[in-house]
């Protein structure tokens, strides 16, 4: 899910990526309504690869005190057909960012914020009850994966 603010607009967009049904929804809150399109590509996990070489270890923020600094881990490495360079915290291995290098859209940078460990609402992995009869439109559109969906937000 995303928001935002754009030349004085909001926007918002969900999408819903279920790898194992090769489907995507794009869910549409506002006037409970879901589109459903095709997706390729494979589930790549949030994890630091075994084989993943450490970059560096840094305090962001502050070392001046107690709990005015962040001790985090840059790793890098490779992907199947991507590049990565990813910053996690010490503790706990949560996502900091993370940027990929893929041939298609070059370099793409995601930042983490306000990061809860484990699911709050297990229910948000579902396609809402509104989204139960959309369907896929056979042949009209062309399968997306994650960067796409990124880039070519309508």
């Known amino acids: 899910m995303e928001l935002g603010t754009y030349e004085n607009k909001t926007f918002s967009y969900d999408f819903l990526l279920l790898y194992r049904e090769a489907t995507v929804y794009e869910i549409h809150r506002h006037n409970r309504t879901c589109n459903k399109r095709p997706l390729k590509g494979d589930f790549q996990p949030m994890v630091i690869p ?16 107690p709990g005015e600094g962040l001790l985090v881990n840059t790793w890098t490495g490779d992907l199947p057909r991507k ?3 990813s910053t996690v915290t010490e503790f706990g291995c949560i996502p900091v960012s993370t940027v990929f290098h893929t041939d298609q859209f070059g370099w793409v ?35 997306v994966d994650f960067f796409s969906l990124f880039n070519n937000k309508h």
């Open 83 to 85: 590049q990565f360079m």
């Open 50 to 65: 075994k084989d993943a070489s450490l970059l560096g270890q840094v305090i962001l923020g502050s070392s001046s005190g």
């Open 109 to 143: 940078l995601f930042s983490y914020f306000d990061n809860v460990i484990g699911i709050l609402d297990p229910d948000e992995l579902n396609p809402p009850a509104y989204c139960q009869h959309a369907e896929m439109k056979a042949g009209d559109e062309e399968p």
